[in-house]
């Protein structure tokens, strides 16, 4: 079928530490996997995304990575803050046309000072 | 731009009332979506329309829900009669034409539906 799975559900680190992200999709064909952030109360709001036709992408303390051949990508986060405290979701594009995004399950991220 | 905007933000009903949620999208762009996030199921897509045109309805999930948009900047959804299992936030998002590189979908506020 046509789903985005995420794991893990919940995740807390310390402060400073590295958090990670993974997502896995079912079709092959899906070309663009943004990533997404949600604090609490407020809209998801994009925070890295990639294309099919690269490995990975950075920007600043975050990255993600694409496995094509396993259908999985990754979110990496370094040097966490508290304020990085929110619920993170993946997507990838649907087989439907590709004009819109299935969306993983999310994962709250609970940074501790 | 003032991004995508919906109203109202909270709506507190009792089930059986019609419920009617608003959004206009970014200017130019070409898609609108409805989505419907819940614990339980996450975010899930109601429908999308391209250009004003509805293209795929099958996450509405019973005949209660409607949804239409008479032009490129304005669409609704309508939930009658409504029912406490459809107590959720409701997200408005648009998109333009390509994906890629920072060019996705983007949504509004959301609209927080407690129905009673």
């Known amino acids: 079928g046509e789903n985005v799975e995420q794991h893990p559900s919940t995740l807390s680190v310390q402060e400073g530490d590295s958090a990670v992200i993974k997502c896995t999709y079912s079709d092959s064909a899906s070309n663009y996997f943004p990533w997404y952030k949600q604090e609490l109360g407020k809209r998801p709001q994009l925070i890295i995304d990639i294309r099919s036709n690269v490995g990975e992408k950075k920007d600043q303390r975050i990255a993600v990575t694409l496995n094509k051949t396993a259908k999985h990508f990754s979110l990496h986060i370094t040097e966490t803050q508290p304020e990085d405290s929110a619920v993170y979701f993946c997507?990838?594009?649907?087989?439907?046309?590709?004009?819109?995004?299935?969306f993983g399950k999310g994962t709250m991220l609970l940074v501790s000072p | 731009d003032a991004g995508v905007i919906q109203s109202p933000r909270h709506e507190v009903t009792e089930m059986g009332q019609e419920v009617t949620l608003r959004c206009k999208p970014i200017s130019g762009h070409d898609y609108l979506f409805w989505y419907r996030q819940t614990m339980m199921r996450g975010l899930e897509l109601l429908i999308y329309f391209n250009n004003n045109v509805p293209i795929d309805d099958s996450g509405m999930p019973e005949d209660r829900f409607s949804a239409k948009m008479p032009n490129a900047s304005f669409s609704t959804l309508k939930i009658q009669p409504s029912e406490p299992r459809d107590s959720a936030v409701y997200f408005c998002a648009s998109r333009n034409r390509v994906f890629g590189s920072g060019n996705t979908i983007y949504f509004g506020e959301g609209s927080w539906l407690t129905v009673v």
């Open positions: 997507a990838a594009t649907l087989p439907k046309g590709y004009s819109t995004l299935t």
